[in-house]
């Protein structure tokens, strides 16, 4: 647990590619931390089916709904009372997955740039978190972690999406300034199966956080976290 004297509300971001194990951290870190983890909504999207079937068309009322679904994400996150672990944030919907789809030529640029103007305008009424920690990874790392976790929905996902998705999460992070942010090298240090790596990572974020974190009770909570 974290010795928070006096008590402030903290949240904490994991961002991430697909398989780079956001939803694992933040199951972890929050029982290590005894906050709370909020995990990605994952409300149906009524436009995805004509998304798929014909991307140019859609592509932009889709994001445009998914925009709208994290605003209201983001309402729950800010009304809780406690502090929290969010898994993935609004921004890495508009700053990796709609801008893939606006330089892959699925989103014209004068909906893009209204896409933007929306999302810009959200972004600044929204509370920066205190911390977002980017979880990065290879592609061989995040193709043998997405076929290890079995969703059948993922097994073809191509290995150049992938790349193409870590380089705009490279970017989008070299030119994050809203928050302090905490880089992890996944293909290293893997805290879903290694526990001395899940206390590495466990500390430096208390760390960059300016918090204490009570290590035996720390390690007791992770090795609970099956």
Request: charged share 20%; with cysteine.
């Amino acid at each position: 647990m974290l010795n928070e004297q006096p008590f402030q509300k903290r949240t904490l971001v994991i961002a991430g590619t697909i398989g780079v194990g956001k939803s694992s951290l933040t199951e972890r870190l929050a029982s290590a931390f005894g906050w709370t983890p909020f995990y990605e909504a994952v409300d149906e999207n009524p436009y995805l089916a004509d998304f798929y079937a014909d991307m140019p068309r859609w592509a932009f009322q889709s994001q445009v709904f998914f925009l709208s679904r994290r605003l209201h994400f983001q309402r729950t996150l800010h009304d809780h009372v406690g502090s929290v672990v969010q898994d993935r944030s609004m921004y890495e919907d508009a700053e990796i997955f709609a801008r893939n789809l606006f330089q892959g030529g699925h989103i014209s640029e004068r909906d893009y740039a209204t896409y933007r103007g929306l999302y810009e305008g959200i972004r600044g009424l929204l509370p920066a978190p205190d911390l977002l920690v980017y979880l990065r990874g290879s592609v061989p790392t995040l193709k043998a972690r997405i076929a290890r976790r079995g969703r059948p929905y993922e097994q073809n996902i191509a290995a150049d999406y992938l790349a193409r998705l870590n380089m705009l999460y490279d970017e989008w992070i070299a030119d994050w300034t809203l928050c302090p942010a905490l880089t992890i090298e996944t293909d290293t240090l893997n805290f879903v199966q290694d526990s001395d790596a899940l206390a590495i990572v466990s500390q430096a974020i208390a760390e960059r956080l300016g918090l204490s974190l009570t290590m035996p009770a720390a390690a007791l909570a992770l090795r609970n976290v099956e």
